[in-house]
């Protein structure tokens, strides 16, 4: 049964999308962050490993950094962290290490997800910082981004594929 999320919830969610549609538009897996204080955006991230050559360039690590930055601290108290996918563990550790009050994340990732889907790192109470996790907030269009940015990327894949065969083919006749 998902939670029930509030409008304030749904809003910040949105501006998350919103981020992660940059992240599409610059080829990268669209996942977005935002990060607030009450009902302040301090800061926004989306996923760019690839184009900056960092595995640690997730949404929620970019979002960190730029709301440690703008805070002028390391630690974020009383902040909360709004994602369209479920956190990695990387992520999660970020997260701990900020003392992130709250998270609340869109999809879940049957893959890597460190909110439950795979691992739970929130849950264990022998950690010093407990941070609140709730799951599902527009989940189904989280998801369909996801989806359908993976289901354009194997068609792109396939069609370069065919076209080198074509080509390769062409050449034999020759």
């Known amino acids: 049964m998902p939670a029930a999320f509030s409008e304030r919830d749904l809003r910040f969610m949105k501006l998350a999308q919103a981020a992660a549609e940059q992240a599409r538009a610059a080829g990268e897996v669209p996942v977005g962050a935002v990060l607030v204080r009450g009902d302040e955006v301090i800061a926004t991230g989306f996923n760019h490993p690839i184009a900056a050559h960092d ?8 979002a960190l950094r730029a709301a440690a930055q703008a805070l002028e601290n390391y630690r974020l108290p009383g902040c909360e962290l709004y994602v369209t996918l479920e956190p990695c563990l990387m992520c999660a550790g970020a997260i701990m290490h900020a003392r992130i009050a709250r998270v609340v994340f869109g999809a879940r990732d049957p893959k890597t997800g460190a909110c439950g889907s795979v691992v739970d790192a929130f849950a264990d109470p022998q950690l010093n910082h407990h941070t609140t996790v709730v799951g599902g907030a527009l989940e189904s269009e989280c998801s369909a981004a996801l989806k359908s940015f993976f289901a354009d990327r194997r068609r792109a894949v396939r069609a370069a ?3 080198a065969r074509g080509a390769a083919g062409s050449d034999e006749l020759r």
């Open 55 to 62: 595995p640690s360039a997730h949404a929620e690590m970019v």
């Open 161 to 163: 594929r065919d076209a």
